[in-house]
């Protein structure tokens, strides 16, 4: 009897067990989930483990530095790689990220491709400080779901975090929270991913925000306070609420002003003109002249603007990358990112995308949105 039992499970139980879940579950992959929970709130939340794609299932995205192989012989290959090598084993983090990109997608009759080897120079840079290769480096140390609780994950993890990557922010809050005493930790760090914008930091906050029985206006108003530092806007400070003659009258006031070398009277006529008021059409070479002045004078952010308008509407790339350059060198974390583009397309310049990727480091780490998002791709 218990046979019969037994092989009547065996044979009709378990195969219709596994059909329905084929059927309404195994669409899912749930091994890709973590289950943390909010400190403070007892509510279990999800979260994903690190990609382990392989770099090709990544919409086989194109290394930026296959711009430095062009064109060369096999000789000036393997010079040039020799040389990338010296610097690397010197420190150098350029030189660290493009051999990085050579082993992970070879160089024809040189380099094979070699993930180890991309790894090693990961690690390198990781060591050395590097955010981003500090974040590569822990994602690709995960091949199973325990992974992520292995000590050299959590260490380079943490230098990710450290060094201001916002994703790598979220992974250490999930990693703190599990701990009775990391408590404030994990909260340092939940906060700062969300400073950067992080989304996943954000909804955290907010359904642990929702849990304390706060109001959606109230919700929003402490998110807010994560944001203080919004993204500077260059329009001007005056309101025009002004009829066509006081208008007229002000720009004249400004634009003799202007003359004398007041470089806020450039900047607001400069601002006037781009968009146009009331009695004062749109004239984007006025525009261009006084930001021009006020950049000639100094003002670091006007060359920015000047230098994006002389693109656009001269199209003196040559020009425009000279007035781009000053803003990215002062620190303009837009002039930075543009200037990434320039010379990673060769506008106006030769193309040198080992001096592009620097400015879109710095561009980056000054957390520029666009920076931010393309950066990824060296990841």
């Known amino acids: 009897m218990f046979l019969i039992f037994f092989i009547i499970v065996i044979c009709v139980f378990i195969p219709l067990v596994f059909i329905i879940y084929s059927k309404f579950y195994a669409n899912e992959d749930y091994s890709k989930y973590d289950y943390n929970y909010i400190p403070g709130c007892n509510v279990k939340i999800y979260k994903k483990a690190p990609s382990t794609q392989s770099d090709s299932e990544k919409n086989e995205k194109s290394s930026p530095f296959k711009e430095l192989l062009k064109g060369k012989s096999q000789e000036e290959l393997i010079n040039l790689v020799n040389e990338i090598k010296e610097k690397a084993a010197a420190g150098d983090l350029m030189s660290i990220n493009i051999l990085i990109y050579m082993y992970l997608e070879g160089v024809e009759n040189v380099i094979e491709v070699d993930e180890a080897e991309a790894m090693r120079y990961m ?4 060591d050395k400080g590097d955010a981003m290769l500090a974040y590569s480096y822990a994602t690709r140390l995960v091949k199973e779901e325990d992974d992520v609780t292995k000590p050299d994950f959590i260490k380079y993890m943490k230098i990710a975090a450290d060094g201001g990557h916002d994703e790598a922010q979220v992974y250490m809050y999930y990693i703190l929270s599990e701990k009775e005493d990391s408590g404030k930790k994990a909260a340092f760090y939940l906060g700062e991913a969300c400073k950067a914008g992080n989304e996943e930091a954000i909804n955290i906050i907010r359904e642990a925000l929702k849990i304390k ?11 807010s306070q994560f944001h203080k530092q919004q993204k500077k806007e260059l329009k001007s400070s005056w309101k025009p609420d002004l009829t066509n003659e006081q208008i007229e009258d002000f720009v004249n006031e400004l634009k003799e002003k202007a003359s004398r070398g007041e470089i806020q009277a450039m900047i607001w006529l400069g601002d006037i003109y781009i968009e146009g008021q009331e009695g004062i059409p749109k004239d984007e070479n006025q525009a261009l002249k006084y930001w021009k002045m ?12 000047a230098g994006l308008l002389i693109g656009r509407i001269k199209e003196d790339y040559a020009t425009a990358f000279k007035y781009i350059k000053i803003g990215a060198d002062a620190g303009n974390k837009d002039a930075m990112y543009t200037f990434y583009k320039f010379l990673s397309n060769g506008w106006g310049c030769n193309a040198n995308p ?5 400015y879109l480091r710095k561009a980056a780490e000054a957390g520029q949105a666009d920076a931010l998002q393309e950066i990824r791709k060296f990841q």
């Open 123 to 126: 690690r390198l840079g990781a």
């Open 213 to 223: 029985g706060m109001t959606e206006e109230e919700i929003e108003k402490t998110l």
């Open 294 to 305: 006020a950049a000639d004078l100094g003002n670091t952010d006007m060359a920015f603007q």
């Open 354 to 358: 080992y001096e592009a990727y620097q």
